[in-house]
């Protein structure tokens, strides 16, 4: 069943791409509407019901979206609605998700079009890290109790001219527009729909000093034969790791650094005591 869900649900992303792909010159703007419409979903659960209620046939949820929205937004976001509009739900919240996720999709898309997809996943990475790093600015982040225009304000000021404009809106919309994740889950979710665009799968390489392009390049080969595809690798500098390298690959933590050593051969010695 999950299977068949999964096929589902790849033949709908599709179908937006396509859908995207035609606006090409508009897909930020299609981004921006698909948030817009997200938002109105969640706020009108009877809409939401509507439109995966399996009673209705797919023409008649398509027409009634069609109807309510057209004249509001931006001709592709209302084909991307329509389209999963048509599709079967297992509830009201998934709809709402979907057109979210695709709203993002929008955006690297045009990240894509305009030849700035790795600058964004990049970026994306580095934002993320900057806020794991530092409190105070999470906490300024995550603080429901501030109006939603000063948080763009805020996000705006820490990216706008040290990013290009689809990392911006994105890290906005994962600040001020996010529902399902937390911020952080947000970001790497980002960036998985990012690496799915050039079919390659993302891995985190912790290490203790930069790594030389050859040591990069040598460690992203050896993670590709892995994955048996192309990996995009970000790389995080700890000095506390002293020396190796920790590597978090999907689910899987590879470990190899000094400090876990260390820390096994303690273990390793108190057990022999």
């Given at each position: 069943?999950?299977?068949?869900?999964?096929?589902?649900?790849?033949?709908?992303?599709?179908?937006?791409?396509?859908?995207?792909?035609?606006?090409?010159?508009?897909?930020?703007?299609?981004?921006?509407?698909?948030?817009?419409?997200?938002?109105?979903?969640?706020?009108?659960?009877?809409?939401?019901?509507?439109?995966?209620?399996?009673?209705?046939?797919?023409?008649?949820?398509?027409s009634?979206?069609?109807?309510?929205?057209a004249?509001?937004?931006?001709?592709?976001?209302?084909?991307?609605?329509?389209?999963?509009?048509?599709?079967?739900?297992?509830?009201?919240?998934?709809?709402?998700?979907?057109?979210?996720?695709?709203?993002?999709?929008?955006?690297?898309?045009?990240?894509?079009?305009?030849?700035?997809?790795?600058?964004?996943?990049?970026?994306?990475?580095?934002?993320?890290?900057?806020?794991?790093?530092?409190?105070?600015?999470?906490?300024?982040?995550?603080?429901?109790?501030?109006?939603?225009?000063?948080?763009?304000?805020?996000?705006?000021?820490?990216?706008?001219?040290?990013?290009?404009?689809?990392?911006?809106?994105?890290?906005?919309?994962?600040?001020?527009?996010?529902?399902?994740?937390?911020?952080?889950?947000?970001?790497?979710?980002?960036?998985?729909?990012?690496?799915?665009?050039?079919?390659?799968?993302?891995?985190?390489?912790?290490?203790?000093?930069?790594?030389?392009?050859?040591?990069?390049?040598?460690?992203?080969?050896?993670?590709?034969?892995?994955?048996?595809?192309?990996?995009?690798?970000?790389?995080?500098?700890?000095?506390?790791?002293?020396?190796?390298?920790?590597?978090?690959?999907?689910?899987?933590?590879?470990?190899?650094?000094?400090?876990s050593?260390?820390?096994?051969?303690?273990?390793?010695?108190?057990?022999?005591?």
């Amino acid at each position: 069943m999950q299977d068949r869900e999964g096929h589902a649900h790849d033949e709908l992303q599709q179908r937006v791409v396509s859908i995207v792909s035609d606006a090409q010159d508009r897909a930020s703007e299609v981004g921006d509407a698909l948030f817009s419409v997200a938002g109105f979903l969640v706020s009108r659960p009877s809409v939401r019901r509507a439109l995966t209620d399996t009673g209705r046939a797919p023409e008649d949820r398509e027409s009634f979206i069609r109807g309510l929205i057209a004249d509001q937004v931006d001709a592709a976001a209302v084909d991307v609605v329509a389209a999963c509009a048509r599709e079967r739900w297992s509830g009201p919240g998934e709809l709402s998700a979907a057109v979210e996720e695709f709203g993002v999709l929008a955006h690297l898309l045009a990240a894509r079009f305009n030849g700035r997809l790795d600058t964004v996943e990049e970026e994306i990475f580095r934002f993320g890290q900057v806020v794991r790093g530092d409190r105070e600015l999470r906490s300024a982040l995550l603080n429901t109790a501030a109006p939603v225009e000063s948080l763009r304000t805020l996000v705006r000021t820490l990216v706008e001219g040290k990013a290009v404009p689809e990392t911006t809106r994105l890290v906005e919309y994962a600040v001020t527009e996010r529902r399902m994740r937390s911020l952080e889950a947000q970001l790497e979710h980002i960036m998985a729909l990012a690496a799915k665009q050039r079919e390659r799968r993302i891995a985190v390489a912790h290490v203790a000093a930069p790594l030389s392009p050859q040591q990069r390049e040598r460690l992203e080969r050896n993670l590709a034969e892995r994955a048996g595809g192309p990996v995009l690798l970000n790389v995080v500098v700890e000095p506390g790791l002293v020396g190796g390298v920790r590597v978090e690959f999907d689910d899987e933590v590879v470990d190899g650094t000094v400090t876990s050593r260390i820390d096994a051969a303690r273990r390793r010695l108190a057990v022999g005591m």
